[in-house]
């Protein structure tokens, strides 16, 4: 089975998985070697890795391809990646899906955010309007090569709108063909049941 049959597998299954999140090629490696079936490279470690820096959207694309290449190459789990906003408009979101599809990921995930993307816990992001982003989740999906690469898309709503607007961005980037809808930095008990509720292909999670 492919990776990205597996990474399907998992998303789609009824268990808890924990992926740890791999901020280079060895941290990859050794996630890999003590068990576990996928693995997390995040946008935030990234940045961390290759410019010891706070992740404030001062990489490009082709960076984060060429990163999320090593770490593939190192390991045969799954690897889902972080998109960051798709690094621009539909055209760049096109362009991303390819080299990151290439660079041997199983999985992406796409935020609502302006660009340049900030991390999800930094204070000051903005989002743009749900119609851009709408955009962006048909760009990706007609972009990919490969129908098993798994696209998600994770809004930053709930920390600048509020949980009722992170729940209707969801509603709709389900609508619009996402795998999976993602309510960044929604971690109460209570509104994550709410989160949830509404779509069985809606998740959240506490990762970046």
Do not use: W
Not at 90 to 112: K, T, W
Not at 123 to 144: F, N, S, T
Not at 147 to 153: E, M, Q, R
């Amino acid at each position: 089975m492919s990776a990205r049959k597996k990474l399907r597998a998992i998303m789609a299954g009824k268990r808890l998985v924990l992926m740890p999140g791999a901020y280079d090629a060895l941290s990859a490696r050794i996630i890999e070697r003590e068990g576990f079936e996928a693995l997390v490279a995040g946008g935030y470690a990234g940045i961390g890795s290759m410019l010891a820096q706070a992740d404030m959207g001062q990489s490009n694309m082709r960076d984060y391809a060429d990163h999320y290449a090593r770490i593939c190459a190192a390991v045969e789990v799954p690897v889902y990646v972080d998109a960051d906003t798709g690094f621009g408009g539909v055209n760049n979101v096109r362009q991303m899906v390819h080299a990151f599809e290439a660079a041997g990921v199983a999985g992406l995930f796409i935020s609502d955010q302006v660009f340049p993307n900030r991390c999800g816990y930094l204070p000051g992001k903005q989002i743009v309007p749900v119609e851009q982003m709408l955009a962006k989740i048909k760009a990706a999906l007609d972009a990919r090569r490969d129908g098993d690469l798994f696209i998600a898309a994770r809004t930053d709503a709930a920390g600048v709108e509020g949980l009722e607007s992170a729940i209707a961005r969801c509603q709709l980037f389900m609508e619009a063909g996402a795998d999976m809808a993602k309510p960044m930095g929604v971690a109460i008990r209570s509104h994550l049941a709410r989160s949830i509720s509404f779509r069985s292909k809606t998740i959240t999670s506490l990762s970046g």
